[in-house]
């Protein structure tokens, strides 16, 4: 149970720290990307789950390519792109997106399926 908890509480501020560090780390895009590659692989030490990784590689391919359409159409854009007019690190945060909300529907699960206590 401990362990569950230990786990969850490592997940959540790994996700946490995938937002917080882009937007501290903005002139690198080098140290971002190895930095959200290790929370990356974090993550999936923590979910130790094989299937978590084709929902990271569709979010890690089309995410980015629903973004470079946006951009193209001059929504917006990026301070630092690399390659059509993304980051190198964008891709990771989508699919950094897609584990944290596989986690919060899981656990939601999780929670839904325990039986409430009332107080006598």
Not at 55 to 65: D, Q, T
Request: aromatic share 12%; with cysteine.
């Amino acid at each position: 149970m401990r362990a569950n908890l230990y786990k969850t509480v490592a997940f959540y501020a790994l996700a946490v720290a995938s937002l917080a560090i882009p937007c501290f780390i903005t002139h690198d895009n080098l140290i971002l990307s190895v930095l959200l590659t290790l929370i990356t692989l974090a993550m999936f030490l923590v979910m130790r789950d094989i299937r978590v990784i084709a929902v990271f590689a569709v979010a890690f391919l089309f995410g980015p390519l629903a973004e470079v359409l946006a951009i193209r159409h001059g929504l917006w854009r990026y301070k630092d792109p690399l390659v059509l007019g993304i980051p190198p690190w964008l891709p990771l945060l989508w699919g950094i997106a897609s584990l944290f909300i596989v986690r919060v529907y899981l656990d939601s699960q999780r929670i839904r399926a325990r039986p409430w206590r009332t107080q006598p």
